[in-house]
């Protein structure tokens, strides 16, 4: 047996909120399934969840806990679309696979509520929109076109002028923003460990503090071994994104894993929250460096961005943030900031998320480019239907060969200059 490290969930206010975890056991026989899944995250439990929901014996092997990564410290925001606007979209892969994209990422919201609903996941889940808000003239112009481009395809949004914007979110920092209706948010722990539930009562075996050590191919079948015990499987798929490793030759270097924090205030008043945001939607900035924030149903706000490229536990490692959040609402001063927290994300080149088919048998989804709350979750759908023998069609993204990045090993310097040199330009206001 080979010795494992079990790792605590970072300190999260999620870890200290959220429903209990469903049993999930190390694996400690070996078995057979249909396909394994490697990683337990909205990617490997929602495609375990639709498997089983067909009648396809599905296996999750999860190195720590369901949620442990990026998919239960999140935002919690269920965001419609990709990074790219749909006009972008449709020039870059045509109008077919192009036009599948675009309607495929906007309904993301809508098929996350819709899994929550149908299996009763207690999750805190609300759909009140989400807000992407500009705070220079230059990023006006590019959500006000993203408005029109969606208005031109019927989609539910708005565009907001300076006045509407400020009284949804009480501060006059923005000077425009697109409302998107089907947006909203979750607890994204409660929603992981729902998954894991839903996916369990449907038939799926959903293993923790299982990591995967290797895969090998051999009489037509692969062999997942993991530190008690192997997996015998027609299929696997690979859903480890930010936290891919050295399992599948140079996946790990497709993508750049990057850290994202969060902080979380303690309970604030009603008068306070309100102020703030008194229809609750979520709101992402377009900016040089994203920041997003919400109010959660238990009043708390919710700030997160860019921080240190290491585990953080101190809202004081992040305190740009909580500086900020003084900015924009002087309301909040006295406020205590109780958690703070992070956890990998994965970026890609090209800023799409990446679907591979890397071997026989084989998938890979990952690259989610901090966006994978209700991409992953309805990706994972797309994926089981695949995994069952679907055609090429059945994912609205396309199939690609896996690209490494050039010059992998320095990736973690640029992204931490990116970070520097974007907060040094919004602070310029450039
Ligand atoms: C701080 C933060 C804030 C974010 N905010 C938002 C947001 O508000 N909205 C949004 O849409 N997106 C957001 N994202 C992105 C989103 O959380 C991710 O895109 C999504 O959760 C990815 O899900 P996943 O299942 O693909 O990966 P993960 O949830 O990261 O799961 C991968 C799992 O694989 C496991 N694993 C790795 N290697 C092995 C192995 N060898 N064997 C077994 N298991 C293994 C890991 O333990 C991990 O649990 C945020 C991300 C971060 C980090």
Same mark, same amino acid.
């Given at each position: 047996?080979? *010795? ?6 970072? @300190? ?7 429903? @209990? ?13 249909? +396909? ?19 009648? +396809? ?27 790219? *606007? ?6 870059? !892969? ?8 675009? /309607? ?100 799926? %075996? ?5 990591? +995967? ?29 930010? !936290?891919?490793? *050295? ?25 306070? /929250? ?14 040089? #460096? ?5 109010? *959660? ?37 006295? #406020? ?12 890609? %080149? ?23 709350? %209700? ?8 994926? /089981? ?9 059945? #994912? ?35």
């Amino acid at each position: 047996m080979t *010795d494992h490290k079990v790792l605590p969930l970072p @300190p999260s206010l999620y870890a200290d909120t959220a429903v @209990p975890p469903a049993t999930t056991p190390p694996l400690d026989s070996d078995r057979t399934a249909s +396909v394994a899944i490697i990683g337990g995250g909205f990617t490997g439990l929602s495609t375990a969840l639709h498997l089983a929901e067909q009648g +396809v014996e599905a296996v999750v092997l999860e190195a720590q806990q369901p949620g442990w990564g990026a998919s239960g410290n999140n935002g919690g925001q269920l965001n419609p679309g990709l990074k790219f *606007d749909p006009d972008t979209i449709e020039a870059t !892969f045509g109008p077919d696979l192009g036009g599948r994209m675009i /309607a495929f990422a906007y309904d993301t919201p809508n098929v996350a509520h819709d899994i929550i609903r149908r299996h009763g996941i207690a999750c805190e889940a609300r759909q009140n929109g989400t807000l992407r808000a500009a705070y220079h003239s230059k990023s006006a112009a590019g959500v006000e076109s993203t408005a029109q481009q969606c208005l031109r395809r019927g989609m539910p949004v708005e565009f907001l002028d300076r006045d509407t914007i400020q009284r949804m979110t009480g501060t006059d920092r923005y000077v425009a923003a697109m409302l998107d209706r089907r947006g909203g948010d979750v607890h994204p722990l409660s929603y992981a460990r729902g998954l894991a539930q839903a996916a369990i009562k449907a038939g799926a %075996a959903v293993h923790g503090q299982t990591p +995967v050590l290797s895969v090998r191919r051999d009489s037509g079948r692969w062999h997942v071994q993991t530190p008690r015990a192997t997996v015998h499987a027609d299929k696997i798929l690979i859903a480890t994104n930010g !936290f891919t490793d *050295d399992l599948w030759p140079d996946l790990r270097r497709t993508i750049v894993p990057v850290f994202s924090a969060i902080t979380a205030t303690e309970p604030l008043p009603d008068a306070v /929250a309100r102020a703030i945001m008194p229809t609750r939607p979520v709101l992402y900035e377009s900016g040089n #460096i994203t920041v997003y924030y919400r109010i *959660d149903s238990g009043n708390r706000l919710l700030m997160g961005g860019r921080g240190p490229m290491r585990p953080i536990r101190d809202a004081a490692e992040i305190s740009y943030l909580t500086r900020y959040a003084a900015r924009l609402w002087p309301t909040l001063s006295g #406020i205590r900031w109780t958690h703070a927290w992070n956890s990998q994300l994965a970026m890609t %080149a090209d800023h799409y998320p990446h679907v591979h088919e890397p071997g026989p048998g084989v998938l890979a989804y990952l690259g989610c480019n901090g966006r994978g709350v %209700a991409l992953a979750s309805s990706m994972g759908r797309q994926l /089981a239907r695949r995994l069952i023998g679907g055609d090429s069609a059945t #994912i609205d993204l396309p199939i690609t060969t896996p690209k490494t990045i050039a010059l992998h090993a320095l990736w973690p310097v640029a992204v931490k200059s990116v970070v520097v040199w974007g907060r040094l330009r919004d602070r310029l206001g450039l």
